[in-house]
């Protein structure tokens, strides 16, 4: 019934940013975290910022200081702000979205949007 859907994926210069967005849709009760991972080819899929419902947030080493993840609430949709892109970035990122639906835990994935930083 939940359906994750991302956007804002692109081609972009070192150096440049992008904006990503992921809207939860369905039959939703409550979202507890929802976050970022992200795969390049020929490696496995790694953890990039998750963000909880009381707004703590957690970011891998490699992108700290360059990346912001937020999310609003009444909208069920968390984004991620990607500024100083480097070639290293460039991979497939997938919204992820752990939830509650009548008492029990579910675990969501999103289609996933390419990134691709290039010069």
């Known amino acids: 019934q939940v359906q994750l859907v991302e956007s804002g994926g692109g081609l972009v210069q070192p150096g440049g940013s992008l904006r990503l967005s992921c809207a939860a849709s369905?039959?939703?009760?409550?979202?507890?975290?929802m976050g970022w991972y992200r795969q390049a080819p020929g490696k496995q899929r790694e953890l990039v910022a998750t963000?909880?419902?009381?707004?703590?947030?957690n970011y891998a080493d490699s992108v700290k200081g360059r990346f912001t993840i937020s999310r609003d609430n009444a909208k069920n949709t968390v984004y991620l702000q990607m500024d100083s892109l480097k070639p290293e970035d460039t991979a497939v990122y997938y919204c992820?979205?752990?939830?509650?639906?009548?008492?029990?835990?579910?675990?969501?994935w999103g289609q996933g949007t390419q990134v691709t930083v290039s010069s």
């Open positions: 963000i909880t419902s009381g707004g703590s947030s």
């Open positions: 992820n979205a752990d939830l509650i639906k009548r008492g029990r835990p579910y675990n969501y």
């Open positions: 369905g039959s939703i009760f409550v979202i507890n975290a």
